[in-house]
Structures are given as C-alpha cells and as structure tokens.
C-alpha cells in the first residue's frame, strides 16, 4: 500500500492561491492520484485525479513531477467555503488496495 | 443521478447492543466500500464489496461485517458494541472497481453514537 504525507494543517486568506503537496515514495506503477475534500460530518467528496504531469478541472490543479513520488494539489483563489479537510490518495484498483491519510485541514480566513 | 444514500444518518446505542447500518449505491456502481471516521485514527478501511463478494477487509475484529445484496445494496453491522465504536460510518460506491482510475463517491455517513 501506498503510504501518503501531506502537511497537518494550512492557513490562507481568501483569494490567495493555496498549494498542498502530498508525498508518495512507494507509488506504484499503475496507482492514480486522487484528491479528496471533506466538510465536518459529511463524506469525502472527489476533487481531483491523475497519473502524471497536470490535470486541470472547474475547481482545481494537480501537478504530478516525472518521478510522480509526490504530487500538488492547486486551489486558485480560495474562499472562507473552502476550509475543509483534503485527502490526498494513491491507489489502484480498488478500495482495499489504497489509504487515506491524515489530511490536511486547510484554513481560510478573510 | 442520485448519489449514495446512507441509513440511518444518527443513531444512539448502548453498548452490548447490535447495530445495522444500510447503504444504496449510485445507480450502476457495483462496489461498495465501508469506512470508520473517529478524530484519534482518521478515516480507517472496514471492508469492500463487489457482486456481492467481500474483496478487501481491513484490520478490524470480527464483529465487523457486512454483505452486499444482488441490487449492490451493501449493509454492515457492529455486533456487541463497545464506546470506541463510536464514530462517523462512511460508504462509498465506485464503478468499474477493476479501473486503475477507481474514483470512490461517499454518503454522508451514518453517525453512531455508542453510551
């Protein structure tokens, strides 16, 4: 299983653009990279995927190096709704084949 | 599309008692996945079912389990419960379970609260 570390917390203040980086040295070849959101007492909520270089959709960046034991998730211009939990997650298949980790709880303020 | 549906959101025991927590897919998704939420240990893997298979099980005792029924359907029950088995129960569908691009969608969870 691929083991993931991403930074305990962040802060930002809206409209700043905020970088979470997740480290993945045991990455398998045919893992993804999936990030994850979660709000207080709800479900994680899929943001993000990819397997290598950048992936761009409606609300966020991924940025994956050649190597891919790491990647960056890229939030433009945060505001307060985007303080949450992000989950970076490396995986294949199926569920039982990857881990989420800690997270990160990210903070905006105005 | 309707997302994944979790039953039901609270729920108060006493422990010693038995529970059953019920979760319905997306429409489609035949993998159903169940995950335990405490602040101390994060989000923690239970167990993955595909037609009706248990595929993957994490490390928790045996009063955890689960099945999947033919409609995709999954339940799980915490049999003699203990307070540490208070937490937030998650449920996530995704399909195909056999593509390396396995993106799982999440219900709101069913939170238990064991005294």
């Known amino acids: 299983l691929a083991k993931t570390t991403q930074p305990i917390s962040m802060d930002s203040y809206e409209g700043q653009e905020v970088n979470i980086t997740c480290s993945h040295n045991?990455?398998?070849?045919?893992?993804?990279i999936t990030w994850y959101q979660q709000f207080p007492s709800q479900g994680p909520r899929f943001i993000i995927q990819?397997?290598?270089t950048k992936v761009t959709n409606e609300v966020a960046s991924l940025f994956i190096p050649a190597d891919r034991k790491s990647s960056t998730l890229s939030l433009p211009r945060v505001s307060l709704s985007d303080t949450a939990v992000y989950y970076c997650?490396?995986?294949?298949?199926?569920?039982?084949?990857?881990?989420f980790g800690d997270g990160t709880t990210l903070t905006v303020k105005p | 599309k309707a997302g994944v549906t979790q039953t039901p959101r609270y729920l108060i025991k006493t422990r010693g008692q038995q529970v059953t927590l019920s979760c319905s897919p997306i429409?489609?998704?035949?993998?159903v996945s169940w995950y335990q939420q405490t602040p101390g240990q994060g989000l923690q893997f239970l167990f993955e079912?595909?037609?009706?298979?248990?595929?993957n099980k994490g490390n928790f005792p045996g009063r955890f389990s689960g099945r999947q029924f033919s409609n995709s359907r999954s339940e799980m029950n915490v049999s003699t419960l203990e307070l540490g088995d208070s937490a937030l129960y998650l449920c996530?569908?995704?399909?195909?379970?056999?593509?390396?691009?396995?993106?799982?969608?999440f219900g709101a969870g069913t939170r238990l609260s064991v005294l």
């Open positions: 996530a569908s995704s399909s195909p379970p056999d593509s390396f691009e396995n993106i799982q969608y």
């Open positions: 045991n990455i398998a070849t045919n893992d993804y």
């Open positions: 990819g397997y290598k």
């Open positions: 997650l490396v995986g294949g298949t199926n569920a039982g084949k990857s881990t």
């Open positions: 429409s489609g998704h035949r993998s």
């Open positions: 079912y595909f037609s009706e298979t248990q595929r």
